[in-house]
């Protein structure tokens, strides 16, 4: 039986950027995932990094924050599984042209004129070009970040804990973090809500060359390596549906019944973007991204919720007390809700809390565990 400092369950973005940087501190890590490395939502994801426009606010800054931070790290980690050519943003009704153009981000303005010189496939759309973005290989990053970790195939549904160590199967750790995205905790977290974004993905053969990523409703990604471009979007919000994520979407009967015509649509809006010449779909990928109602990814310690509040029961009233005296489960973390932009938050968030675990620097209340805490506890 081998004892680690760290385990992580989940192998996403999360958590592999998680590995990342504890192996980088020295720290032994061992991941595991009843998938494989990104086997669901990371696997599935278009992988499209681009700047977040709009005026400045905490949440664009904190998404514009992450992809300065996280990109160079892909193009050093492995450059030939990074695609940077930017991308074009057209208005639509959550982007519209005062948000894309009233930002502080840098832009180029491309009228349909411009576009059609660089490529007449494009149909008669205009947009707003950023240089900050690119499209990446999940997979292939996921499998890089965890080099000097050790990986273990696990479908785990309890964790004990005895001893001051965590054991699983022939595992044992120091300290958990719990990166499961939108699958079951393993400890009880009430105050995390997480709800399931299903994200389609394919990818398709071309001759048509497309010089940059391109987005609208959808994403169409650059050529990449392999000759094939990414088409993906998220497609189904579940905010009203009870949904029990046990498996990956493309074993799920909810989407697999009406997996031709999400392609049909994505191909559609896809097509009122730019031509794409003799279209062949070879790979087509599904995932439920995990996310909150605030958008806003989470990290932190997790809060033992029913023990605080009986310790505590004035904080239900308002009573500010103050985090050290709240009781937490003992060395367990989570980082979660990266949504549909896991690894732009990946690389980000990792640092973050590695940083807070290891040397006790300050996670920001935006995105801490502590800030869903006191919410949830003071409505109750």
């Known amino acids: 039986m081998k004892t680690y400092d760290f385990l992580i369950i989940g192998a996403g973005s999360a958590g592999c950027s998680a590995a990342y940087f504890l192996n980088k501190e020295g720290k032994s890590v061992a991941i595991i995932d009843r998938e494989g490395i990104a086997g669901g939502a990371s696997g599935a994801a278009g992988a499209f990094l681009s700047p977040l426009p709009g005026q400045k606010n905490p949440y664009n800054s904190l998404v514009n924050d992450a992809l300065n931070f996280s990109l160079p790290i892909y ?40 576009l059609h010189s660089i490529s007449k496939n494009f149909r008669d759309i205009e947009g707003y070009f950023y240089e900050n973005a690119a499209v990446i290989e999940p997979i292939q990053i996921c499998n890089k970040l965890i080099e000097g970790c050790d990986f273990y195939k696990i479908d785990v549904e309890k964790l004990i804990f ?44 071309t001759t048509t060359k497309v010089p940059f990523n391109v987005h609208k409703s959808i994403s169409i990604s650059t050529n990449k390596q392999d000759g094939t471009i990414s088409i993906g979007a998220t497609h189904e919000r579940h905010e009203n549906e009870k949904i029990e994520c046990l498996t990956t979407c493309d074993k799920c009967s909810f989407y697999v019944n009406s997996e031709d015509e999400q392609i049909k649509t994505l191909l559609s809006q896809a097509d009122e973007l730019m031509k794409l010449d003799d279209l062949k779909v070879v790979k087509i990928y599904k995932g439920a991204r995990a996310t909150i109602k605030s958008y806003f990814p989470v990290i ?25 005296s709240l009781d937490y489960f003992v060395n367990l973390h989570v980082i979660n809700a990266l949504g549909s932009r896991g690894f732009v ?29 006191y919410k949830m506890a003071r409505k109750s």
């Open 345 to 373: 938050f990946g690389p980000y968030l990792a640092k973050i809390l590695t940083q807070n675990i290891l040397y006790s620097e300050p996670i920001p209340q935006e995105i801490s565990t502590l800030k869903l805490f």
């Open 75 to 114: 193009e050093k980690l492995l450059p030939q599984a990074v695609d940077k050519r930017g991308v074009l943003r057209v208005a639509n009704s959550n982007f519209d042209e005062d948000k894309l153009s009233q930002n502080s981000i840098k832009y180029d303005y491309f009228e349909s004129e411009k």
């Open 300 to 324: 932190g310690q997790a809060v033992d919720y029913t023990s605080t509040l009986k310790k505590h029961p004035s904080i239900k009233n308002g009573t500010k007390i103050p985090p050290e």
């Open 162 to 205: 005895e001893n001051g160590l965590y054991m699983l199967e022939n595992i044992r750790a120091k300290n958990v973090i719990l990166s499961q995205g939108v699958g079951t905790s393993l400890v009880e977290i009430p105050y995390m809500k997480i709800a399931p974004i299903f994200g389609l993905r394919i990818d398709v053969k």
